[in-house]
T-cell receptor, first 112, second 115 residues
Framework: SQQGEEDPQALSIQEGENATMNCSYK?????LQWYRQNSGRGLVHLIL?????REKHSGRLRVTLDTSKKSSSLLITASRAADTASYFC????????????FGKGTRLSVIA | GAGVSQSPSNKVTEKGKDVELRCDPI?????LYWYRQSLGQGLEFLIY????????KSGLPSDRFSAERTGGSVSTLTIQRTQQEDSAVYLC?????????????FGQGTRLTVV
């Protein structure tokens, strides 16, 4: 079953603008991760935020986590055409055998 | 190796035939995972391995699907009597320890088309 649900499903912005994607989940988590996928093939890990963290930065990426609302957001600042891709959040459940559970992703298009 | 390697990158097969997909994880990674992604969809978890053992096989869609891992390294995912609904990209990932605490490294996937 899919736990992470991204919002919006698709986002189109101009180069230089900021892009914000949201993720909601349902059960307790150990951590939440964001991945990027180009052209429907391999995923690349972007950032991991643990359940006891509220915000994390990596270059132009900023991730927040609100465990009380079971939600996370990914902000990409000063977007570039090369940021065009699908972005997935993945939750690592606190218990059980299932590893990362992925949502359906947000398709980001950055127009030059 | 330098990254997770999957083969073949593309596979077209006739309905009813068996297919075998291969994943070569990053050297030293103990955990290995298989996911499936249908067009425009998220990733569907299939199975994972810790070493050579698979603690949970409940994600496999049907008994036509099986997977094994030998020597704590290469894994194969076998689909018997393929059906058109099996068409998807099959992604393999590995990590140095169980997913929960570390990032996963993905291969480029095998695009399976059943005609």
């Amino acid at each position: 079953s899919q736990q992470g649900e991204e919002d919006p499903q698709a986002l189109s912005i101009q180069e230089g603008e900021n892009a914000t994607m949201n993720c909601s989940y349902k059960t307790s988590i150990n951590n939440l991760q964001w991945y990027r996928q180009n052209s429907g093939r391999g995923l690349v890990h972007l950032i991991l935020i643990r359940s006891n963290e509220r915000e994390k930065h990596s270059g132009r990426l900023r991730v927040t986590l609100d465990t009380s609302k079971k939600s996370s957001s990914l902000l990409i600042t000063a977007s570039r055409a090369a940021d065009t891709a699908s972005y997935f959040c993945a939750t690592a459940p606190y218990s059980g055998n299932t590893p990362l559970v992925f949502g359906k992703g947000t398709r980001l298009s950055v127009i030059a | 190796g330098a990254g997770v390697s999957q083969s073949p990158s593309n596979k077209v097969t006739e309905k009813g035939k068996d297919v075998e997909l291969r994943c070569d994880p990053i050297s030293g990674h103990t955990a290995l995972y298989w996911y499936r992604q249908s067009l425009g969809q998220g990733l569907e978890f299939l199975i994972y391995f810790q070493g050579n053992s698979a603690p949970d096989k409940s994600g496999l869609p049907s008994d036509r699907f099986s997977a094994e891992r030998t020597g704590g390294s290469v894994s194969t995912l076998t689909i018997q009597r393929t059906q058109q609904e099996d068409s998807a990209v099959y992604l393999c990932a590995s990590s140095s320890s169980y997913f929960r605490d570390t990032e996963a490294f993905f291969g480029q996937g095998t695009r399976l088309t059943v005609v």
